[in-house]
């Protein structure tokens, strides 16, 4: 695959971005693709490795090496270095429905996997997966494709995020009506709301869905399942229904002055900012305003970064964050080899602009929140911070958590973002559908499957599986797709 001698030849190399000066601004796509000709030459470094684990999606030492979506990586980057771009296309949109997403957000396990990781740099397939798609979109590859032949089967869909979406996409492909249901105002779920415009712009989704569209899916927004609409009503109407919902259950904190006015989750934070700024320019108002604060936010990850990130374009005076967990190693440790997910520090675009407007890394590692303070209006204006120790309990030989004596501080906060992870599904979508849940709230199934303990109902996406990627959901919901498809039809001939 690519040139024999490719990444011996060529650097890896990736597009630029622009500043953290600049880039903070707005609310912009800030990263600058390579030219077509330099992706050529990035796509000559895939080496013929002989066992290509950049498409594996295998557990290797208790994490994933590798796409879980088994994207067939050598292939488009041996045919992007011979400059075949048109089935480049076809071999990237016969496993991944959404390229134009997870060329954006996806932390690229597929990078961590490349064989070029152990001698050098992997290759660019991120960037090369971003080339593919758009050059789809600029050729006119991507366009609708109706089915042309129906089956008579309709399918509910609960939910518009990745996984939704994916399921919908594959079970229109297969002939079958689909119809999905969307809470929100606008179609996305996650991508929409969960993920801050310059990560994904919003306009890619739309473009996306306009196509899904006219090749016969159905979306219907405000549609609250278990709410406003029953979901008796999608029993008795479809043939089957996949609950595709996310793992929309934030993790709350338990301490002392946790009632103080200006603390919120992170989920409502963004999807409020996301929101304001589509429909008005954030002329409306309706937004929790960062601006002149200083902001703390609680918990690291995606989620912890994307509130700093747009918290610092919102005008926060200062953005803290807290890590319960010690600082990852920079470089990977001798116990984490490659191919092995690499488990280092990451600094993040939200951290780096943090970084060039503050002066410093806004992360606080082995710390926690042990109570807030309010001011006479109520409102929340310090926090009490307390350095964390994690020591190994002789009995159970787990590292637990301890609070180190004398080390309590006190810092001013004007806003306060909990962005500590999410607990499960929300209990009455699953209660609507009378769907047993494992004791993390995720919908039950039989292990590798996604038929749920009601007869018409499947699950995908991290209503199955948790909180986890994009990349993830987009696999759960075309796997979720092939089981409906079986059960309705005795067969599959889905991807």
């Given at each position: 695959?690519g040139?024999?001698?490719?990444f011996?030849?060529?650097?890896?190399?990736?597009?630029?971005?622009?500043?953290?000066?600049?880039?903070?601004?707005?609310?912009?796509?800030?990263?600058?693709?390579?030219?077509?000709?330099?992706?050529?030459?990035?796509g000559?470094?895939?080496?013929?490795?002989?066992?290509?684990f950049?498409?594996s999606?295998?557990?290797?030492?208790?994490?994933?090496?590798?796409?879980?979506?088994n994207?067939?990586?050598?292939?488009?980057?041996?045919?992007i270095?011979?400059?075949?771009?048109?089935?480049?296309?076809?071999?990237?949109?016969?496993?991944?429905?959404f390229?134009?997403?997870?060329?954006?957000v996806?932390?690229?396990?597929?990078?961590?996997?490349?064989t070029?990781?152990?001698?050098?740099?992997?290759?660019?397939?991120?960037?090369?997966?971003?080339?593919?798609i758009e050059y789809?979109?600029?050729?006119?590859?991507?366009?609708?494709?109706?089915?042309?032949?129906r089956?008579?089967?309709?399918?509910?869909?609960?939910?518009?995020?990745?996984?939704?979406l994916?399921?919908?996409?594959?079970?229109?492909?297969?002939?079958?009506?689909?119809?999905?249901?969307?809470?929100?105002?606008?179609?996305?779920g996650?991508?929409?709301?969960?993920?801050?415009?310059?990560?994904?712009?919003?306009?890619?989704i739309?473009?996306r869905?306009?196509?899904?569209?006219?090749?016969?899916?159905?979306?219907v927004?405000?549609?609250?399942?278990?709410?406003?609409?029953?979901?008796s009503?999608?029993?008795?109407?479809?043939?089957?229904?996949?609950?595709?919902?996310?793992?929309?259950?934030?993790?709350?904190?338990?301490?002392?002055?946790?009632?103080?006015?200006?603390?919120?989750?992170?989920?409502d934070?963004?999807?409020?900012?996301?929101?304001?700024?589509?429909?008005?320019?954030?002329?409306?108002?309706?937004?929790?305003?960062?601006?002149?604060?200083?902001?703390?936010?609680?918990?690291?990850?995606?989620?912890?970064?994307?509130?700093?990130g747009?918290?610092?374009?919102?005008?926060?005076q200062?953005?803290?964050?807290l890590?319960?967990?010690?600082?990852?190693?920079d470089?990977?440790?001798?116990?984490?080899?490659?191919?092995?997910?690499?488990?280092?520090?990451?600094?993040?675009?939200?951290?780096e602009e943090?970084?060039?407007?503050?002066?410093?890394?806004?992360?606080?590692?082995e710390?926690?929140?042990?109570?807030?303070?309010?001011?006479?209006?109520?409102?929340?204006?310090?926090?009490?911070?307390?350095?964390l120790?994690?020591?190994?309990?002789?009995?159970?030989?787990?590292m637990?958590?301890?609070?180190?004596?004398?080390?309590?501080?006190?810092?001013?906060?004007?806003?306060?973002?909990?962005?500590?992870?999410?607990?499960?599904?929300?209990?009455?979508?699953?209660?609507?559908?009378?769907?047993?849940?494992?004791g993390r709230?995720?919908?039950?199934?039989?292990p590798?499957?996604?038929h749920?303990?009601?007869?018409?109902?499947?699950?995908?996406?991290?209503?199955?599986?948790?909180?986890?990627?994009?990349?993830?959901?987009?696999?759960?919901?075309?796997?979720?797709?092939?089981?409906?498809?079986?059960?309705?039809?005795?067969?599959?001939?889905?991807?």
């Amino acid at each position: 695959m690519g040139k024999p001698t490719g990444f011996l030849e060529y650097e890896r190399e990736t597009g630029c971005v622009i500043s953290p000066e600049e880039r903070i601004q707005n609310f912009n796509e800030f990263h600058i693709p390579l030219s077509s000709e330099m992706q050529q030459k990035q796509g000559a470094r895939c080496m013929d490795c002989g066992v290509p684990f950049c498409q594996s999606g295998m557990m290797i030492g208790g994490m994933v090496s590798g796409c879980p979506l088994n994207n067939l990586v050598p292939e488009w980057n041996d045919l992007i270095y011979n400059g075949n771009w048109e089935q480049a296309w076809r071999r990237l949109m016969k496993t991944n429905s959404f390229p134009e997403f997870t060329s954006r957000v996806c932390p690229a396990l597929c990078e961590a996997a490349c064989t070029c990781n152990l001698n050098g740099a992997p290759v660019s397939v991120k960037e090369n997966e971003h080339g593919i798609i758009e050059y789809g979109y600029e050729h006119g590859l991507m366009k609708a494709d109706p089915p042309k032949v129906r089956t008579g089967k309709r399918i509910a869909v609960v939910g518009s995020g990745p996984s939704g979406l994916a399921a919908a996409d594959q079970l229109n492909k297969r002939g079958h009506q689909v119809t999905v249901f969307e809470r929100s105002d606008r179609v996305g779920g996650l991508l929409m709301y969960g993920i801050p415009n310059m990560k994904l712009d919003k306009a890619v989704i739309e473009r996306r869905i306009n196509i899904m569209k006219e090749e016969g899916i159905e979306f219907v927004t405000g549609a609250d399942i278990g709410n406003n609409y029953k979901a008796s009503r999608l029993l008795k109407e479809y043939d089957s229904v996949i609950l595709a919902c996310g793992a929309s259950n934030p993790r709350d904190i338990n301490v002392p002055g946790r009632e103080a006015k200006g603390i919120y989750f992170a989920v409502d934070f963004l999807k409020k900012t996301t929101k304001s700024l589509l429909d008005s320019n954030f002329e409306d108002g309706n937004f929790i305003s960062a601006k002149g604060k200083n902001v703390l936010v609680i918990g690291g990850g995606d989620t912890g970064n994307d509130c700093v990130g747009t918290s610092i374009r919102l005008g926060a005076q200062n953005v803290i964050q807290l890590e319960m967990m010690p600082k990852a190693p920079d470089q990977r440790a001798e116990s984490n080899p490659w191919p092995e997910w690499p488990k280092i520090c990451k600094t993040d675009y939200g951290q780096e602009e943090a970084i060039a407007l503050y002066g410093h890394d806004p992360r606080i590692y082995e710390t926690t929140v042990k109570s807030f303070v309010a001011n006479d209006n109520g409102e929340v204006c310090a926090a009490e911070l307390v350095k964390l120790s994690w020591q190994k309990d002789p009995e159970s030989g787990r590292m637990v958590m301890h609070e180190i004596e004398g080390s309590n501080e006190i810092i001013p906060v004007d806003l306060v973002l909990i962005a500590a992870g999410f607990l499960g599904s929300q209990s009455y979508v699953t209660d609507a559908f009378g769907v047993e849940v494992d004791g993390r709230t995720n919908v039950k199934t039989e292990p590798g499957h996604y038929h749920t303990s009601e007869e018409k109902v499947y699950v995908a996406g991290d209503m199955h599986r948790g909180q986890s990627l994009v990349v993830w959901a987009i696999r759960e919901g075309r796997e979720a797709a092939k089981c409906v498809d079986i059960n309705l039809m005795g067969y599959t001939n889905l991807d």
